[in-house]
Nanobody, 118 residues
Framework: VQVVESGGGLVQPGGSLRLSCAAS????????MNWYRQTPGSEREKLVG????????AYADSVKGRFTMSRDNAKNTVYLQMNSLKPEDTGVYYC????????????WGRGTQVTVAS
C-alpha cells in the first residue's frame, strides 16, 4: 500500500494551496482517508476525514470554514483545498489511509511541508 501526498509549498498569509493524496496498492473496500497536520511543538492533529462511501467527518475547529476536503474515487485520491492560510497553518501535512475490515490498519504518507510566511 502506498500513500503519497503532494502540493505543499511556501505561500503568503491569506493565500491558498491544494494538497493531494493518492493511495494505491490496496483492495479493501472499507476504509477512510484522513488529513492530519503536525505543527512545530505540537502533536499530530486530525483535520478532517472521509470514508469510502463519501461520509466526511467534521473539520477541526482550527481549519473549519477555510479548508475543504474532496475526493476522486476513480483515482483513489483525496484533496485538501486550503484557503485563507495563516502562519499558524505552517507544518507538515500527512495523509492517512485507515483500513477497517477485515482488520484495522493505518497507512501513512511521508507528509508534505506547508509554510505560510511573508
Amino acid at each position: 500500500v502506498q500513500v503519497v501526498e503532494s502540493g505543499g509549498g511556501l505561500v503568503q498569509p491569506g493565500g491558498s494551496l491544494r494538497l493531494s493524496c493518492a493511495a494505491s496498492g490496496f483492495t479493501f473496500d472499507t476504509y477512510a482517508m484522513n488529513w492530519y497536520r503536525q505543527t512545530p511543538g505540537s502533536e499530530r492533529e486530525k483535520l478532517v476525514g472521509m470514508n469510502s462511501v463519501g461520509v466526511r467527518t467534521a473539520y477541526a475547529d482550527s481549519v473549519k470554514g477555510r479548508f475543504t476536503m474532496s475526493r476522486d474515487n476513480a483515482k483513489n485520491t483525496v484533496y485538501l483545498q486550503m484557503n485563507s492560510l495563516k502562519p499558524e497553518d505552517t507544518g507538515v501535512y500527512y495523509c492517512n489511509l485507515k483500513q477497517f475490515l477485515p482488520t484495522v490498519n493505518d497507512y501513512w504518507g511521508r507528509g508534505t511541508q506547508v509554510t505560510v510566511a511573508s
